[in-house]
């Protein structure tokens, strides 16, 4: 395992590595950085997603509506 082929896994899925890139960044301490600033990202990431679907959801349960905003109704939804 070489740091380019460790960084480049770490661009596809930094939660998910096996044996060899493990070992790595405990060798390395470069890509062990790198490592933890690819995973706080993710947290990041994953937090604002979290909060940004518990406002549309808070939303929707506020207007009532149960429906995605953006979606039409076909002829058998739409109320009369």
Do not use: K, T, W
Request: with cysteine.
């Amino acid at each position: 395992m070489n740091c380019r082929s460790f960084r480049r896994h770490l661009l596809i899925d930094p939660r998910h590595l096996d044996a060899s890139l493990r070992d790595h960044a405990a060798r390395c301490s470069s890509c062990a950085q790198a490592l933890e600033r690819a995973l706080a990202f993710e947290r990041r990431l994953a937090n604002a997603v979290r909060r940004e679907y518990e406002e549309v959801a808070d939303g929707e349960r506020r207007d009532g509506a149960d429906h995605d905003p953006g979606h039409n109704p076909g002829p058998d939804q739409r109320s009369v």
